[in-house]
């Protein structure tokens, strides 16, 4: 994502670091830093929401948005802020590679305030676009069959075009492609019901509910892809070192995810402005910190690195759950919501754990063995049974169905026992009724409309 800036160029390449007087990077060094800077040990508190949205002409959708008008929907908003980037209550805007647009709300303190301060930056975001006859649509997948190119030519993109390419077009399709809302959360403390280790386990049992329930990517240039969830199918068949979850079975989640950095192949080598950033075939960062690379490597590289891992959960030092399909209007309220109340709730979080065990078990009964004895990248998420169900067929499958509904009235109750969420409750209860109750996921809709020859892309309508 490139920032959006009235002072800096947004496609400007930042330099890399300078090498000389740099102490060398080791193994253990490197594992070190990176257990520490991406789990903040502290009460959990603070929550947040990334939201991707595609950009289509309002009266014509299939076609193509010139990137300058996109830019002048993004000028006339109200920046500021200490680098410009910043929406009045502090919302940043970032512009992906294919021109969607990412609202990043600020750190609240609670999920009434991220909601409240979302809703605000997202008005005047939506009102500058829709000045210009654009629609900001959300969903997982663009349903337009239109073309979609590289708006943006940062050589960090450049770079990841290449790596993807080799493995098919699913790089391409996920750059220029989908879209997503991401929950920000804390990692939590160094022990006791909200300890690191049991919010890091949650997060990722929950994975499969929170793709079924808010499935909402069926269609892409216009076609059924046979999945409510082709986004979340989409990252299942990209390069496995960075998309897949670390190993499930390290107790420590600061030691995993520091191996899981080390052990990802290098997506690309910061160089001067002009040069390419490509980096070579089959380098992990650990085969560069023992030599493999044309400089050794610095601690700001290892940073660099980190951005373009893509994990189903992702640690900043807070966890960022990646795995949820854009949804239209305000419905981005409701994942939300549901992560923050299963996870900052003991109850609900003691409620949810018992509710995902019959996943656990449909998980454990899938893995896939190797004649050596090794783990078979199918036995991790998103490639493993339960995600791939929840991407296929969301709450249609009787498990994810009868999880996705427990773990909805846990989220009711906990929202019941939050001050001042009863409008946020009625909202997520909604939306039960609509979906999970009845099998059906917002992708539902999609393809009802997709048969009906009714529209190409969904109402961006308020959610129930």
């Known amino acids: 994502m490139i920032p959006v800036s009235r002072t800096t160029p947004a496609d400007r ?5 300078p090498q000389s007087g740099v102490t060398p990077l080791t193994e253990s060094g490197a594992r070190s830093h990176v257990s520490g800077v991406c789990f903040k040990i502290g009460p959990p508190e603070l929550v947040g929401v990334e939201i991707e949205w595609f950009v289509h002409d309002d009266r014509c959708p ?6 300058e008008l996109i830019r002048s929907a993004l000028d006339s908003l109200p920046l500021g802020g200490p680098d410009g980037t910043s929406l009045p209550s502090g919302s940043r805007l970032t512009l992906e590679p294919g021109g969607q647009v990412e609202l990043s709300s600020p750190p609240a303190s609670g999920l009434m305030a991220c909601v409240d301060d ?7 975001l939506r009102a500058a676009f829709a000045a210009r006859g654009l629609r900001l649509t959300g969903t997982g997948t663009d349903p337009s069959a239109r073309p ?9 993109y450049l770079a990841m075009e290449r790596f993807f390419s080799s493995a098919g077009p699913w790089g391409r399709i996920m750059m220029t492609g989908t879209a997503s809302v991401q929950v920000c959360v804390d990692a939590g403390d160094a022990d006791g019901p909200q300890a690191v280790a049991r919010r890091w386990q949650l997060v990722h049992r929950l994975g499969p509910v929170l793709v079924a329930a808010f499935a909402n990517s069926p269609v892409l240039d216009g076609k059924a892809t046979g999945h409510r969830s082709t986004r979340q199918t989409v990252w299942s068949r990209m390069d496995p070192t960075r998309t897949l979850a ?11 995810w520091a191996q899981y950095v080390l052990d990802a192949q290098v997506l690309c080598m910061r160089r001067p402005e002009g040069l390419p950033w490509t980096a070579p075939p089959g380098l992990t960062f650990r085969d560069w910190i023992r030599g493999g690379g044309e400089r050794p490597p610095t601690l700001a590289d290892l940073d660099y690195h ?93 498990e994810l169905r009868r999880a996705t509904l427990a773990c909805f009235a846990a989220a009711d109750a906990a929202l019941g026992r939050m001050p001042g969420a009863e409008r946020l409750r009625a909202t997520v209860g909604a939306f039960a009724e609509r979906y999970p109750a009845r099998g059906r996921c917002p992708a539902d809709d999609q393809l009802d409309a997709l048969r009906a020859g009714t529209r190409r892309t969904p109402p961006e309508e308020p959610a129930p």
């Open 118 to 124: 979302t809703r605000r930056d997202l008005t005047a």
């Open 62 to 67: 299939d076609r193509p948005v010139p990137p």
């Open 306 to 398: 980190r951005t373009t891992l893509f994990p189903p959960v992702r640690p900043h030092g807070y966890l960022e759950l990646r795995m949820i399909d854009a949804q239209p209007g305000d419905g981005w309220m409701v994942p939300a919501a549901l992560v923050t109340a299963l996870l900052d709730d003991p109850l609900a979080a003691e409620a949810t754990l018992a509710a995902l065990e019959p996943l656990e078990r449909l998980e454990r009964r899938g893995h896939p063995q190797r004649p050596d004895g090794r783990e078979h990248p199918a036995a991790r998420a998103p490639r493993s049974e339960a995600w791939r169900r929840a991407a296929t067929l969301a709450v249609a499958d009787p």
């Open 13 to 17: 390449p930042s330099a890399p670091p």
């Open 148 to 156: 979609r190119e590289m708006v943006l030519d940062h050589p960090r």
């Open 246 to 256: 670390p190993a499930p079975d390290h107790g420590d989640p600061g030691e995993a």
